[in-house]
T-cell receptor, first 112, second 113 residues
Framework: GESVGLHLPTLSVQEGDNSIINCAYSNSASDYFIWYKQESGKGPQFIIDIRSNMDKRQGQRVTVLLNKTVKHLSLQIAATQPGDSAVYFC???????????FGSGTQLTVLP | DVKVTQSSRYLVKRTGEKVFLECVQDMDHENMFWYRQDPGLGLRLIYFSYDVKMKEKGDIPEGYSVSREKKERFSLILESASTNQTSMYLCASNPAQGWEKLFFGSGTQLSVL
């Protein structure tokens, strides 16, 4: 079946720097994408979403970019803080599907 | 505060045992999901349910079954646990229209010895 994958399994950044987490997807029918954050010992939590009719969406300190041409999305975190250390997952949905497909996750570590 | 509650944080079972993982949500959500999470593989969907007594297979249903007798409760059953079912199990729920409202439980780490 279709899959969503991540380029890098781990990412380390200095506190205060910006972080960029990437995600590739292969289902051209996907029209909705979500980023989740999973802290140690917890379930994933919604961060931000984007629909395929947009190429950029901003939240508080986070921005998601979608490039449908190359089937790629990214999560940018501004001024990364220690509390941002977590595993980040992208997920995608094709409108007709009753389920999300998740990527394998990126471990973000914020260095002091 | 919305909640998806999984009955156990850690479970240790023997090969061949029947295992029940329970999940309860208090948000009156129509949809409920069971995922397993393994390092490097992300979340893989086992089963889901979009209504009481309804169930659909996900990507990896083999060795599992589910039960949804009440809207708020979705149970995952391992009929005869095997060592390759050692994993983190995550339950989630969302309303009929609203992936942005998909909420997860904290997970159950199951070890099958």
């Amino acid at each position: 079946g279709e899959s969503v994958g991540l380029h890098l399994p781990t990412l380390s950044v200095q506190e205060g720097d910006n972080s960029i987490i990437n995600c590739a997807y292969s289902n051209s029918a996907s029209d909705y994408f979500i980023w989740y954050k999973q802290e140690s010992g917890k379930g994933p939590q919604f961060i931000i979403d984007i629909r395929s009719n947009m190429d950029k969406r901003q939240g508080q300190r986070v921005t998601v970019l979608l490039n449908k041409t190359v089937k790629h999305l990214s999560l940018q975190i501004a001024a990364t803080q220690p509390g941002d250390s977590a595993v980040y997952f992208c997920a995608e949905n094709a409108g007709s599907a009753r389920q999300l497909t998740f990527g394998s996750g990126t471990q973000l570590t914020v260095l002091p | 505060d919305v909640k998806v509650t999984q009955s156990s944080r850690y479970l240790v079972k023997r090969t061949g045992e029947k295992v029940f993982l329970e999940c309860v949500q208090d948000m009156d959500h129509e949809n409920m999901f069971w995922y397993r999470q393994d390092p490097g593989l992300g979340l893989r969907l086992i089963y889901f349910s979009y209504d009481v007594k309804m169930k659909e297979k996900g990507d990896i249903p083999e060795g599992y079954s589910v039960s949804r007798e009440k809207k708020e409760r979705f149970s995952l059953i391992l009929e005869s646990a095997s060592t390759n079912q050692t994993s983190m199990y995550l339950c989630a729920s969302n309303p009929a229209q609203g992936w942005e409202k998909l909420f997860f439980g904290s997970g159950t780490q199951l070890s099958v010895l």
